[in-house]
């Protein structure tokens, strides 16, 4: 089924099209706790 919105487009998801670098383990985790911090702090 094709989609009319350009978003959903096939360029979009090929992986030339990726920018940026891979995440370390130390981003993933720097990140986690981040986002776990906003977490507890909101509710």
Same mark, same amino acid.
């Given at each position: 089924?094709?989609?009319? $919105?350009?978003? =959903? ?9 990726? @920018?940026?670098?891979?995440?370390? @383990?130390?981003?993933?985790? $720097?990140?986690?706790?981040?986002? =776990?911090? =906003? ?5």
């Amino acid at each position: 089924m094709r989609s009319g $919105n350009p978003v =959903l487009s096939e360029k979009k998801f090929s992986p030339s099209m990726v @920018i940026g670098e891979r995440m370390t @383990i130390e981003g993933v985790v $720097n990140k986690s706790f981040a986002m =776990l911090g =906003l977490v507890v702090v909101s509710a």
